[in-house]
């Protein structure tokens, strides 16, 4: 009775306490007399709601304490890292720019500031005071400057360039997850167990010592709603709580948006504002647009985001699309929870893409209303992401028509372990661990992991991409007698300093070009789908390696139909100071009983006088000797070609000299005006490639990007195998007028 009598005091005097703040006492009656809910300690109102979600991000705190109105009450920092010893109360973080100062700034203290901020004060009773003032100088972005009577030993929080840390990092090694990473977490407590789907969207990354995963979540368990019961003239009403916000989860919401836009529409990468500083703010180099290609394209396949959104409304991920995020369209979260003290209350953040701030942008707030005969179910926008009253939409404008509830949990938060002081993961290289403590049982299971292909698991018609973003695409892969892979791309060629040769050490050997024109010939002239969609993946300027083949393989169309040849200039390896050129000719005429024969040329006609691009800026007129070498062939068989754009029976000369430097003919995605401006003194398309033939085993840069209409041509391995067998084992290349042999 004693102890009961103490502990009931003790309840009062700090109840008493309490409502010095607010109103709101342990149970409080509302204007109807209805009993509600009370909060002793004034942790949901506004002073202590606000300290508890920027302790949530300072110093990874759940929840306060009930002494946290004490002086006494204070709490270590976990936010950055102490960089210098000497000044161990400046915390730093390693950024793109200072848009993460800003975001996390508007997070501390519910502002709206857009990224061109310069500086900001903010300051509030009971919790202490902030100034933000972005730098740009010697490294460092921005700074915060911080006090906190809660937090003593942090003075000042610095924004800086990566290279500022030196070797200061989290952790060592290449992060398990990545941006667009599923987990499902069961949680098994008292034999019930409860299933829910995260999405990481920030990973972790030790470039930047980002030592925590952040996750999002669209289900709820049983302990995140709490029913307020019916009474007299007020309906029942069920709302979202322990949601696990803090002052990081309005932009981890904003993360969380231009992830799911880039997994509707990954070709809204491109742009140049809203993106600026990549998924996640780790930049476009960690996440670049082919693996965000490669990621939605995954998750499309494997069906992801029927796992992940509401299930009862299919049009979800419409919500994200760039049609729908312009400057009137916004997507509502309800990530915070709710207070109720005569008026209902459900806290959101919003976030839109703002086309006149050139970014995302997001804002907390509240819905508030007073309760009325009207029920309220936050359930109707857990499962369906919409407001509901007995199956019709709510006509009225309480809370908004469409939103979604959101959990937020980081990584350690997530499996209820941690690393270290700072709340990082338990380890960033390896999936999250089980937890089992209490009757609680926690574990982890990969729902979908990002992973790249290897190289073995290519196809042909597969387009990767190298570590420096040039594009290749795949095709031919080992078979019966060939153990090799074939890749080719006109991305990245880069010109001489005189602009008369090719600086890329991967340009086709003569050897090479003989193997590959064969190759493409029989892609391009085979009727199949499948051959005429490979040629689609080489082609396409945007997801392909950028060699449009109807430009590169010039057509002759012979006398009355009856045949078709092709012709295309090679640029060649060669250790001259001079871009050399291969004709290859895909001759259909000197012998029609036996088929396509395939003719390269590295000399003119008659001499042994190599051909060089700068020939072309040589006026060449009928009596020079370097006449056009195919004149010859196609006369032998008496069959009469008609060139483009001359014809064969006419003197075939330039009228006027051309280019002889290789710049112009370097092909640049989505510049190609006309076809003139990329042919040879012949008049036929130059084709400045590169091309890497790599055995399984081979060291690579490669990584997976796409199909064509997301195809997998493996299936034409053993088909292209015997097109290439007809084709060489029969004789079929000649070089320079000779037979030659070639093997795969």
Not at 274 to 289: H, M, R, S
Not at 556 to 578: E, H, L, M, V
Request: proline share 4%; net charge negative.
């Amino acid at each position: 009775m004693k102890k009961s009598f103490k502990l009931f005091m003790a309840t009062l005097v700090i109840g008493g306490i309490a409502f010095s703040f607010t109103s709101c006492s342990d149970k409080d009656v509302n204007d109807n007399g209805m009993e509600i809910p009370g909060d002793p300690y004034d942790k949901t109102a506004e002073e202590g709601s606000r300290l508890g979600d920027i302790l949530g991000a300072i110093a990874s705190l759940d929840s306060l304490p009930d002494n946290w109105q004490s002086k006494s009450f204070t709490v270590e920092p976990t936010i950055g890292r102490v960089l210098d010893e000497s000044n161990p109360y400046v915390r730093t973080i390693a950024s793109i720019s200072q848009q993460e100062a800003i975001d996390i700034f508007n997070g501390f203290t519910g502002s709206e500031l857009s990224s061109d901020a310069t500086s900001q004060s903010w300051s509030k009773e009971g919790i202490g005071s902030f100034q933000l003032n972005t730098v740009n100088k010697d490294g460092v972005f921005a700074t915060i400057d911080v006090n906190m009577p809660s937090v003593p030993h942090l003075t000042q929080i610095r924004f800086v360039d990566k290279s500022l840390l030196g070797e200061n990092s989290s952790f060592k090694g290449v992060p398990y997850y990545h941006i667009g990473d599923v987990v499902k977490v069961t949680e098994t407590a008292n034999n019930v167990k409860e299933v829910s789907y995260w999405v990481c969207v920030r990973c972790c990354n030790s470039a930047y010592d980002k030592g925590k995963t952040h996750w999002v979540s669209f289900q709820l368990n049983n302990d995140n709603y709490k029913t307020i019961p019916a009474d007299k003239d007020v309906a029942e009403m069920v709302v979202p709580t322990k949601l696990g916000f803090s002052s990081d989860t309005p932009r981890m919401l904003k993360y969380a948006t231009q992830l799911f836009c880039l997994l509707t529409d990954p070709e809204d990468y491109d742009d140049l504002y809203c993106y600026e500083e990549g998924l996640g703010g780790l930049g476009k180099v960690t996440y670049p647009k082919s693996t965000i290609q490669n990621i939605a394209r995954q998750w499309k396949e494997k069906g992801i985001a029927d796992l992940v959104f509401p299930n009862d409304l299919t049009n979800t991920g419409d919500r994200f699309s760039p049609t729908f995020l312009n400057q009137k369209d916004t997507i509502t979260f309800y990530c915070k929870g709710y207070s109720y003290w005569k008026n209902m209350s459900l806290y959101y953040t919003k976030v839109w893409k703002d086309r006149s701030k050139q970014a995302f942008c997001c804002k907390e707030g509240e819905d508030k209303w007073k309760p009325d005969a009207q029920k309220f179910d936050i359930k109707t926008y857990v499962s369906g992401g919409r407001r509901q009253w007995d199956g019709i939409y709510n006509p009225e404008n309480r809370t908004a028509k469409e939103a979604f509830v959101v959990r937020y949990k980081t990584g350690a938060q997530l499996c209820k372990q941690s690393k270290d002081i700072y709340g990082n993961d338990v380890d960033p290289t390896k999936p999250l661990p089980e937890y089992n403590k209490k009757g609680i049982k926690i574990t982890i299971e990969d729902a979908f992991h990002y992973d790249e292909k290897k190289i073995t698991e290519f196809s042909i018609g597969d387009n990767v991409i190298d570590n420096d973003g040039a594009i290749w695409t795949c095709l031919l892969t080992p078979f019966d007698g060939y153990n090799n892979y074939v890749y080719v791309t006109m991305d990245n060629i880069n010109a001489s300093e005189d602009l008369l040769n090719i600086t890329n050490t991967d340009l086709p050997t003569i050897e090479d070009v003989l193997k590959l024109y064969p190759l493409l010939y029989g892609y391009y002239s085979n009727s199949n789908d499948n051959f005429s969609r490979v040629i689609a993946a080489l082609s396409d300027t945007q997801q392909g390696s950028g060699m449009p083949m109807d430009m590169y393989m010039q057509s002759i169309n012979y006398k009355g139909g009856k045949a078709r040849g092709y012709r295309t200039d090679f640029a060649i390896k060669s250790p001259d100071k001079k871009l050399r050129l291969m004709r290859m000719y895909a001759d259909p005429c000197t012998n029609p009983q036996k088929g396509v024969i395939f003719k390269g040329f590295t000399t003119y006609q008659g001499s042994d006088k190599k051909i060089y691009l700068s020939d072309a800026e040589v006026e060449l007129d009928e009596d020079e000797p370097t006449s056009d070498v195919i004149e010859d062939i196609n006369r032998s068989d008496s069959l009469v070609c008609n060139f483009w754009p001359y014809n064969a029976e006419e003197p075939n000369f330039r009228d006027i000299p051309g280019s002889g430097k290789v710049n112009d003919y370097i092909y640049t995605r989505n510049t190609m005006s006309s076809d003139e401006n990329f042919y040879s003194i012949f008049n036929e398309p130059i084709a400045i490639i590169r091309i890497r033939i790599l055995k399984p085993e081979d060291k690579h840069d490669f990584k997976y990007y796409g199909s064509y209409d997301g195809i997998n041509y493996n299936q034409l391995k053993s088909n292209i195998g015997k097109l290439l067998r007809t084709y060489l084992e029969a004789g079929r290349v000649f070089l320079d007028g000779a037979s030659f042999k070639l093997s795969y």
